[in-house]
């Protein structure tokens, strides 16, 4: 499997539902809001101006609430949905301004997606929905089914290869639906709300499947949701829409020490800090303690807090990713910020800008 090398460069894109959709884009440049244009023109507003790098090989996470246009925007990315202005760009090539032909060869070579109501034929096996993909390319039956039978492996569903999707559960359909995604080796791989119609437990357990193949295949991965802690759960970067427009992105650690705005605010209130926020942000730089714990500078505060418990200690020195030494946190300072922002001290920047 091939790791992703090309990033998603979105520039300047507009989506304006309606029959003159490319005639109003200047009045929403102008400052005209989505309900304004509704209002005196009948037009829905889907994305005002997005701008957004992806990065090739990490997952992205796309979140806001229903109607913000995350799931607009994620089919721009394969074309699903016509732009009415902007640019789409990777590897150099405007999808945009893809020919049919072009388009068709993205999508089938370097695209995959996952739906959240699982989207596999009810009369084919499983195998039969994991390779569909692969005999559309015009792939051999003796590779194809090679494929299909390795990935339906990798997602855990080994011996249920002849099965219908009626006889699995949910989740075990989500992973039908992951494994179909993968076979192709697709280097973007868009998953839309892929989890939200799972149980809890399920959900969960789909999120650490995501993550494992991940650290593995390092794919592209474009992940809408509505739920903030997937989305800190699964996200390298995190960007937030409310109507139509990217409110902040950054990491989640970033959004989480930093909200932009009492919008953001509300998503982050009752956070787990202490699942989110690293030593990074509460490190004294320079010192060094006495004790015999000694922690990465991407250590979370939670796992920081348990490592100095467990060893008696209210002290722990750090270290960046070639093991120097960079200071120190203590056990009350960790502890403090994991509770609520503490500001008896300031925030270190670097936590911001990592």
């Known amino acids: 499997m091939a790791e992703a090398i090309h990033d998603i460069q979105i520039n300047h894109l507009y989506k304006i539902f309606g029959p003159n959709g490319a005639s109003h884009v200047d009045k929403v440049k102008a400052g005209m809001t989505k309900d304004e244009l509704k209002a005196k023109y009948n037009h829905v507003l889907g994305l005002d101006d997005i701008n957004l790098t992806i990065p090739a090989g990490r997952i992205q996470v796309v979140m806001g609430l229903?109607?913000?246009?995350?799931?607009?925007?994620?089919?721009?990315?394969?074309?699903?949905?016509?732009?009415?202005?902007g640019e789409v760009v990777f590897?150099?090539?405007?999808?945009?301004?893809?020919?049919?032909?072009?388009l068709?060869?993205?999508?089938?070579?370097?695209?995959?997606?996952?739906?959240?109501?699982?989207?596999?034929?009810?009369?084919?096996?499983?195998l039969e929905n994991t390779i569909y993909g692969l005999k559309l390319r015009g792939v051999s039956d003796k590779e194809a089914i090679e494929r299909g039978r390795r990935w339906i492996s990798?997602?855990?569903?080994?011996?249920?290869?002849?099965?219908?999707?009626?006889?699995?559960s949910g989740g075990m359909q989500q992973r039908v639906g992951l494994a179909r995604a993968l076979t192709n080796d697709p280097e973007i791989l868009l998953m839309d709300e892929?989890?939200?119609?799972?149980?809890?437990l399920i959900r969960t357990d789909m999120q650490s499947v995501l993550l494992d193949l991940q650290a593995e295949l390092r794919k592209t991965i474009i992940f809408i949701t509505h739920d903030l802690d997937e989305a800190l759960r699964l996200g390298d970067k995190i960007a937030i829409l409310r109507d139509g427009r990217i409110i902040q992105q950054g990491t989640g650690e970033q959004i989480v020490l930093r909200p932009a705005d009492d919008y953001i605010s509300s998503f982050v209130r009752d956070v787990k800090r202490g699942n989110v926020i690293t030593v990074?942000?509460?490190l004294r730089k320079g010192q060094r303690a006495e004790t015999p714990v000694t922690v990465p500078v991407t250590t979370l505060l939670e796992e920081a807090a348990r490592a100095?418990?467990?060893?008696?200690?209210?002290?722990?020195?750090?270290?960046?990713?070639?093991?120097?030494?960079?200071?120190?946190?203590?056990?009350?300072?960790?502890?403090?910020?994991?509770?609520?922002?503490?500001d008896s001290e300031e925030v270190n920047p670097d936590a911001l800008t990592a």
């Open 66 to 85: 229903s109607g913000s246009g995350k799931s607009t925007l994620i089919r721009h990315i394969n074309r699903l949905i016509e732009p009415t202005a």
């Open 308 to 342: 100095m418990t467990n060893a008696e200690t209210n002290r722990a020195n750090v270290v960046d990713s070639q093991g120097q030494h960079i200071g120190m946190v203590t056990l009350s300072k960790t502890v403090a910020e994991m509770i609520a922002p503490d």
């Open 104 to 126: 068709l060869q993205f999508r089938r070579e370097k695209t995959g997606m996952v739906f959240q109501k699982f989207a596999l034929f009810p009369h084919r096996t499983v």
């Open 280 to 282: 990074r942000t509460i």
């Open 91 to 102: 590897d150099g090539q405007d999808i945009v301004q893809m020919s049919e032909r072009e």
């Open 154 to 168: 990798r997602v855990g569903l080994d011996g249920f290869e002849e099965s219908y999707p009626n006889q699995l």
């Open 194 to 200: 892929a989890f939200s119609a799972l149980d809890p």
